[in-house]
Nanobody, 123 residues
Framework: QLQASGGGLVQAGGSLRLSCAASGRTFSRYAMGWFRQAPGKEREFVAVINWSGDSTSYADSVKGRFTISRVNAKVTVYLQMNSLKPEDTAVYYC??????????????????WGQGTLVTVSS
């Protein structure tokens, strides 16, 4: 139901834009988020956007470099990643909230997950 794309190999300092397309049900009233998991590490929160798109939160490690946005008409969420660093290397997952109109940075508040897209940043 959630299909993430846009990952790839990029040099440090470069940019990528991830997309997450939803299908099968409407997510327009749900918060959407991005999480990532680096090799050998736990999955961590990256960014979240509320259902209307007017409220966002970011992990401190990406604040000022990443931007989350959504287009409800297209049922798509984006993660623009600039000034990428090798430590941003991870599989990135998009997720949809469990509860309509509820907004949280906790992975437990998300119920639908995409398959992940790999981002590799070379130094």
């Amino acid at each position: 139901q959630l299909q993430a794309s846009g990952g790839g190999l990029v040099q440090a300092g470069g940019s990528l834009r991830l997309s997450c397309a939803a299908s099968g049900r409407t997510f327009s009233r749900y918060a959407m988020g991005w999480f990532r998991q680096a090799p050998g590490k736990e999955r961590e929160f990256v960014a979240v956007i509320n259902w209307s798109g007017d409220s966002t939160s970011y992990a401190d490690s990406v604040k000022g470099r990443f931007t989350i946005s959504r287009v409800n008409a297209k049922v798509t969420v984006y993660l623009q990643m600039n000034s990428l660093k090798p430590e941003d290397t991870a599989v990135y997952y998009c997720a949809a909230g469990l509860t309509p109109n509820y907004y949280s940075t906790s992975s437990g508040s998300f119920g639908s997950w995409g398959q992940g897209t790999l981002v590799t940043v070379s130094s």
